[in-house]
């Protein structure tokens, strides 16, 4: 208790010495060389050990963009970057692009995207892995090979695991021979690549359903998937969903109406329960006369057999719709946000975040100060929310940390950069963030771009990386591997079947649990201030982290579920 004692008193030494908000650990990112050639991070993710991997296109001289993928250790060294490069026609300009970037359980890379197949085809959904080291393992096309000829620009969606660290793909591909026709595909691959099944969603008759813009996975590995759709004969909107079971079959598909007089402001997003219970997210737009444009955010909740349980609306407002995104914690609180558009004029207006229970009810919603072109978000457990947004079109960008109980602002971050010498004007693009689910530590990915002077004038776009300590200070919080550190607790059975046990917490203080799959997704969480057990019973085989924290520090353990 002591030695306790004297680590808070330091700690509160430290904190009267530092301002309430992240401490900027690195940056990766510069103006250098004003060569007009395009460089653009796009996707970010973090490993479990703090290494930070960062996906990508960077143009060559020669006008071609390709994917790359960079490593940064967790003091901001790059320790390696590797370009997809491969063979491409004499002639052809390659546009390659980058959707998201994901680690599996033993922290190979997969980057998903889009890459050059052939003139004939356009671009096809390109699935790329590496080991933990960036080394090349496999490359995977995909593409309709119904009409090889007749197939441009099939477009990417979600990539993500299961436990035994199969890769689930989803996207869309085209038909050019038949106007406006496509399929939404759902593939799954084993670790090496092979493919297991390849599940096709069609359109009804007299319905148009447009390119898949989301997934979710529940705990029996059905996948769900959504997208716009609409009645060719009505004319009315409305958000396709369809379940995938293990076998790769459409279970069913259904289509869930929305609001009369509005229409879908943007794409649907989608969040899966264990059980399979999953939520759907958007915004809704309706136009009023003279030109006013207003808006609203709505969430609906399903059963496992497609059924809606309810829908909520958010306080409709004066304003145009503009990006959204969803996402469920493990007490299936739902989390909406999205930017907006003001009236003709004014093209920008504040950024809005919305919490809703299981239930249904707002349990708070939160209005950003300033106007913002483009918004995300990513939570932390159960307990912060973390919010990167653009401020229109020039900068600078924001990031800011929440209570995710009450939504109250924890700390707020400027990024922004000052013009460099010979240049006339710079500023910072926001592309993605990612949260280190252990530590609670962010990774702003952006991209800054930059002009020169006359005579010689010229622009530059960068990549641009910003690490951040999410405490506050940061270092009040000490992460601990495993078997070390002051949090000494017994963790038994591992490998576990149907529970697993915590011993030696000790009574007079409070201790916070969760366990985090692979994916990141939180699958249980509670407080405990003595012996615990915990079910697993509920989970699916495979492999979790366990993490434990108090005040005066965090322990993390590798659990494995396995079943007898």
């Given at each position: 208790m002591k030695n306790h004692i004297i680590k808070i008193t330091l700690g509160l030494l430290l904190f009267a010495s530092y301002k309430s908000y992240a401490g900027l650990d690195w940056t990766y990112g510069s103006l250098t060389n004003a060569n007009a050639l395009h460089r653009y991070s796009q996707a970010v993710s973090y490993s479990s050990n703090g290494n930070v991997f960062v996906a990508g296109i960077e143009e060559s001289a020669s006008g071609n963009r390709f994917i790359v993928t960079k490593k940064f250790n967790a003091s901001g060294a790059l320790l390696a970057s590797v370009t997809n490069t491969y063979f491409t026609p004499i002639g052809a300009?390659?546009?390659?692009?980058?959707?998201?970037?994901?680690?599996?359980?033993?922290?190979?890379?997969?980057?998903?995207?889009?890459?050059?197949?052939?003139?004939?085809?356009?671009?096809?959904?390109?699935v790329i892995k590496y080991n933990s080291s960036l080394t090349f393992q496999w490359?995977?096309?995909?593409?309709?090979?119904?009409?090889?000829?007749?197939?441009?620009?099939?477009?990417?969606?979600?990539?993500?695991?299961?436990?035994?660290?199969?890769?689930?793909?989803?996207?869309?591909?085209a038909n050019e021979s038949v106007p406006d026709e496509t399929t939404i595909v759902v593939r799954k691959y084993n670790s090496s690549g092979t493919v297991i099944y390849t599940g096709h969603v069609g359109e009804p008759a007299n319905t148009t359903v447009s390119n898949a813009t989301d997934m979710c996975m529940d705990a029996s590995d059905n996948v769900t998937v959504t997208a716009k759709a609409q009645n060719v004969l009505l004319g009315t909107p409305s958000i396709m969903c369809a379940r995938v079971n293990p076998s790769g079959i459409t279970s069913w598909q259904k289509f869930s109406s929305i609001p009369t007089n509005y229409s879908l402001g943007n794409d649907p997003k989608i969040e899966c329960s264990t059980t399979g219970i999953f939520y759907l997210g958007t915004s809704l737009s309706r136009e009023a006369p003279a030109n006013n444009y207003y808006a609203r955010h709505m969430v609906q909740k399903f059963n496992n057999s497609g059924t809606k349980l309810w829908e909520s609306l958010t306080t409709e407002i004066n304003r145009g719709a503009n990006s959204y995104m969803m996402q469920l914690d493990a007490n299936e609180n739902v989390y909406s946000g999205g930017d907006f558009v003001a009236a003709p004029g004014s093209p920008f207006s504040n950024y809005r975040i919305y919490k809703f229970n299981s239930a249904g009810a707002q349990l708070w919603g939160y209005t950003s100060p300033e106007n913002s072109a483009y918004m995300r978000f990513e939570k932390y457990s159960t307990s912060a929310l973390f919010v990167a947004s653009q401020i229109g079109n020039s900068g600078p960008a924001k990031l800011r940390k929440f209570n995710a109980t009450n939504g109250n602002v924890i700390w707020t971050e400027d990024i922004s950069i000052t013009n460099p010498p010979g240049y006339i004007?710079?500023?910072?693009?926001?592309?993605n963030l990612s949260v280190n689910k252990l530590t609670s530590e962010v990774v702003f990915c952006g991209n800054i771009f930059g002009q020169t002077a006359a005579p010689?004038?010229?622009?530059?776009?960068?990549?641009?990386?910003?690490?951040?300590?999410?405490?506050?200070?940061?270092?009040?919080?000490?992460h601990h591997e495993n078997n070390s550190g002051e949090i000494n607790v017994k963790v038994f059975p591992n490998p576990a079947t149907d529970a697993i046990?915590?011993?030696?917490?000790?009574?007079?203080?409070?201790f916070n649990i969760n366990i985090v799959d692979m994916v990141g997704?939180?699958?249980?969480?509670?407080?405990?201030?003595?012996?615990?057990?915990?079910?697993?019973?509920?989970?699916?085989?495979?492999?979790?982290?366990?993490r434990i924290e108090n005040d005066h520090g965090m322990r993390t353990e590798k659990i494995i579920v396995k079943r007898n």
């Open positions: 300009t390659i546009a390659d692009w980058v959707k998201s970037i994901s680690l599996d359980a033993s922290g190979n890379v997969y980057v998903l995207g889009s890459q050059f197949g052939s003139t004939a085809r356009g671009n096809d959904i390109v490359k995977n096309l995909l593409y309709n090979t119904a009409y090889p000829n007749n197939n441009f620009n099939d477009v990417p969606c979600k990539l993500f695991f299961d436990g035994s660290s199969n890769v689930y793909v989803s996207g869309t591909l004007q710079s500023h910072i693009t926001l592309s010689n004038s010229s622009n530059e776009y960068r990549w641009h990386i910003r690490k951040y300590g999410a405490t506050s200070p940061r270092f009040a919080t000490v046990y915590i011993n030696n917490l000790t009574a007079d203080e409070n997704r939180e699958v249980y969480n509670c407080s405990a201030t003595t012996t615990i057990k915990i079910q697993t019973s509920n989970l699916k085989e495979g492999m979790y982290l366990l």
